[in-house]
Nanobody, 124 residues
């Protein structure tokens, strides 16, 4: 099992970043992949997910219209395109794979595998 998140950094409010989650072919194939984030002093929260079957995407309300999750099957990679970033988006972003219950895609304990996280800092 391998998930490698990358692409974080420091950006000004209103800017953009693209996060990448590289997975092993075995972990990528057949599994839903999601992004979560955890801000300092707060609990980990759901950001977005892309289901393996049909590619259906779900987003948390605070990021709808600004973030886009996508995947490249050839590269076994899932991306999170983040636009119009706000200081409130500052957090460590984690990718997760292998959803155990489709109806509970927004719950972190429903994912079996996790990457190490990448820090996104948005300055005002």
């Amino acid at each position: 099992v391998q998930l490698q998140a990358s692409g974080g950094g420091l950006v000004q409010a209103g800017g953009s970043l693209r996060l990448s989650c590289g997975l092993s072919r075995r972990t990528f194939t057949g599994n839903t992949v999601a992004w979560f984030r955890q801000a300092p002093g707060k609990e980990r929260e759901f950001v977005a997910t892309i289901l393996w079957v049909g590619g259906t995407r779900y987003y948390a309300d605070p990021v709808k219209g600004r973030f886009t999750i996508s995947r490249d099957d050839g590269k076994s990679t899932v991306y999170l395109e983040m636009n119009n970033l706000e200081p409130e988006d500052t957090a460590v972003y984690y990718c997760a794979a292998r959803l155990l219950s489709t109806s509970r895609y927004y719950q972190s304990d429903m994912y079996a595998h996790w990457g190490q996280g990448t820090l996104v800092t948005v300055s005002s």
